[in-house]
Nanobody
Framework: EVQLVESGGGLVQAGGSLTLSCAAS????????IAWFRQAPGKEREGISC???????YYRDSVKGRFTISNDKAKNTAYLQMNNLTLEDTADYHC???????????????????WGQGTQVTVSS
């Protein structure tokens, strides 16, 4: 059974940092890329970052320079380090498994095969 479980969200002041984790089971990072997407109330789903099975990373312009995606294949866990958070980063954050390559031109960074329930990030002023 495939499962992705996000954790690490919470309430943070603007300018602060959070690190999200995505624990995956039922598939390996050797075959799947991992993407992070977010969705704020009333807004479209936005793919913000992706890491391929080979380790290539991609970022949406809105987070480039502030967010860093990584993974630990031994733990089958991916991470999203978020620095210098702004009010506009408030959203539910989800990780997703993509069979094959990231597609950074896609709104969700690729064709999402699996995704988790998400973790909420709230940035306050």
């Amino acid at each position: 059974e495939v499962q992705l479980v996000e954790s690490g969200g919470g309430l943070v002041q603007a300018g602060g940092s959070l690190t999200l984790s995505c624990a995956a089971s039922g598939f390996t990072f050797d075959e799947y890329s991992i993407a992070w997407f977010r969705q704020a109330p009333g807004k479209e789903r936005e793919g913000i970052s992706c890491i391929s099975s080979g380790g290539s990373t991609y970022y949406r312009d809105s987070v480039k320079g502030r967010f860093t995606i990584s993974n630990d294949k031994a733990k089958n866990t991916a991470y999203l380090q978020m620095n210098n958070l702004t009010l506009e980063d408030t959203a539910d954050y989800h990780c997703a498994g993509i069979y094959g390559a990231c597609l950074p031109s896609s709104p969700t960074m690729g064709v999402l095969d699996y995704w988790g329930q998400g973790t909420q990030v709230t940035v306050s002023s």
